[in-house]
Nanobody, 127 residues
Framework: QLQVVESGGGEVQPGASLRLSCAAS????????IGWFRQAPGKEREGVSS????????NYADSVKGRFTISRDNAKNTVWLQMNSLKPEDAGVYFC????????????????????WGQGTLVTVSS
């Protein structure tokens, strides 16, 4: 069974940084575009960022632009989400998801085609 595993969550104070990792298990990410999502208690899941297979195309939610950076190293089979200047509203469970349903390596993933999901990693931001 294909699986992605998130890690790197934790409890931090406002203004701090965290780096989340999304690692593939039992498959290679070479052909998969990746999306990061988060879900806060009582709220719907929202898209945070995404990256193409090549890594050259990225996308960010307006709420995280300028603070979060998505990157990938296909040789390490890992995608990262660097989160800086964290705010209390960034708190939640962060999920990564993968899809191979892209037409070319620069294409960003379409949410409805994300087929491999992780269990999530919890980020808490509080003073």
């Amino acid at each position: 069974q294909l699986q992605v595993v998130e890690s790197g969550g934790g409890e931090v104070q406002p203004g701090a940084s965290l780096r989340l990792s999304c690692a593939a298990s039992r498959f290679t990410l070479d052909y998969y575009a990746i999306g990061w999502f988060r879900q806060a208690p009582g709220k719907e899941r929202e898209g945070v960022s995404s990256i193409s297979v090549s890594g050259r195309s990225t996308n960010y939610a307006d709420s995280v632009k300028g603070r979060f950076t998505i990157s990938r190293d296909n040789a390490k089979n890992t995608v990262w989400l660097q989160m800086n200047s964290l705010k209390p509203e960034d708190a939640g469970v962060y999920f990564c998801a993968a899809t191979a349903l892209v037409t070319h390596r620069e294409e960003l993933p379409c949410s409805k085609y994300l087929e491999v999901w992780g269990q999530g990693t919890l980020v808490t931001v509080s003073s």
